[in-house]
């Protein structure tokens, strides 16, 4: 698996890596999405810098141009709920992709921990295809785990692209660990080196589906 971490480069994506963190822009949801949904359009800018080209020729008014295009759209796929702003991004830049999405959940148990449980997929046929999954936060490492695995289901892709904001040090260890494919690329936006008991990714920035949607009645 190659890791590609974009943030600490001095690009525009800092600005917006900076602002989903605090906590005082937090407190603006429409902000908040907006971030990510600007982060996602980056992602895709360099992840199609990945996919396969075709040059073709363009008849413009003077002429033909020889111009290279998408050669095969790839899948978004994101899981619900805290990866449909990133996932909206995606696809502002990778517009004509086909879409699947993924609803898994934290499960609490009576003791206080939690159980990462599948529960619905909508998706087309992924056989051969280039799939991007998205996931905000890479904290645990098991939601992005059961995503990825879910996809299979669908058919085999071509490669699989992971796309995190943050990660923790631990969650990347261990999707290094369990996804053991040199057809798939992890992105990510920065790692943080921390996690909490509750498995939430330390200095991080919360719960994104929370600060984008609203809080849920089982989020603490």
Same mark, same amino acid.
């Given at each position: /698996?190659?890791?590609?971490?974009?943030?600490? @480069?001095?690009?525009?994506?800092?600005?917006?890596?900076?602002?989903? $963190?605090?906590?005082?822009?937090?407190?603006?949801?429409? $902000? #908040? $999405?907006?971030?990510?949904?600007? /982060?996602?359009?980056? #992602?895709?800018?360099?992840?199609?810098?990945?996919?396969? #080209?075709?040059?073709?020729?363009?008849?413009?008014?003077?002429?033909?141009?020889?111009?290279?295009?998408?050669?095969?759209?790839?899948?978004?796929?994101?899981?619900?709920?805290?990866?449909?702003?990133?996932? @909206?991004?995606?696809?502002?830049?990778?517009?004509?992709?086909? @879409?699947? #999405?993924?609803?898994?959940? $934290?499960?609490?148990?009576?003791?206080?921990?939690?159980?990462?449980?599948?529960?619905?997929?909508?998706?087309?046929?992924?056989?051969?295809?280039?799939?991007?999954?998205?996931?905000?936060?890479?904290?645990?490492?098991?939601? /992005?785990?059961? +995503?990825?695995?879910?996809?299979?289901?669908?058919?085999?892709?071509?490669?699989?692209?992971?796309?995190?904001?943050?990660?923790?040090?631990?969650?990347?260890?261990?999707?290094?660990?369990?996804?053991?494919?040199?057809?798939?690329?992890?992105?990510? +936006?920065?790692?943080?080196?921390?996690? @909490?008991?509750?498995?939430?990714?330390?200095?991080?920035?919360?719960?994104?589906?929370?600060?984008?949607?609203?809080?849920?009645?089982?989020?603490?």
């Amino acid at each position: /698996m190659e890791i590609k971490i974009l943030g600490n @480069n001095h690009s525009v994506l800092d600005q917006y890596l900076a602002e989903i $963190r605090d906590i005082s822009i937090q407190k603006d949801p429409l $902000r #908040f $999405r907006e971030n990510l949904y600007r /982060m996602g359009e980056l #992602f895709a800018y360099e992840i199609s810098k990945e996919l396969k #080209f075709e040059v073709t020729d363009v008849t413009t008014p003077l002429g033909v141009a020889k111009v290279p295009k998408l050669g095969e759209q790839p899948v978004l796929a994101t899981i619900l709920r805290a990866g449909l702003a990133m996932h @909206n991004g995606l696809l502002k830049i990778l517009d004509r992709a086909e @879409n699947c #999405f993924i609803s898994a959940f $934290r499960k609490y148990t009576d003791n206080g921990g939690f159980e990462i449980e599948f529960e619905y997929m909508a998706s087309p046929s992924l056989d051969g295809k280039v799939v991007i999954l998205s996931d905000p936060m890479l904290a645990s490492g098991k939601s /992005m785990e059961i +995503g990825y695995n879910a996809l299979f289901s669908k058919g085999t892709p071509s490669h699989v692209h992971l796309v995190s904001v943050i990660a923790s040090r631990q969650g990347v260890d261990y999707i290094s660990k369990t996804i053991q494919s040199k057809s798939v690329t992890l992105w990510l +936006g920065a790692v943080d080196e921390g996690l @909490n008991p509750k498995s939430y990714i330390v200095p991080g920035l919360g719960d994104v589906g929370d600060l984008a949607y609203g809080e849920k009645i089982d989020s603490k």
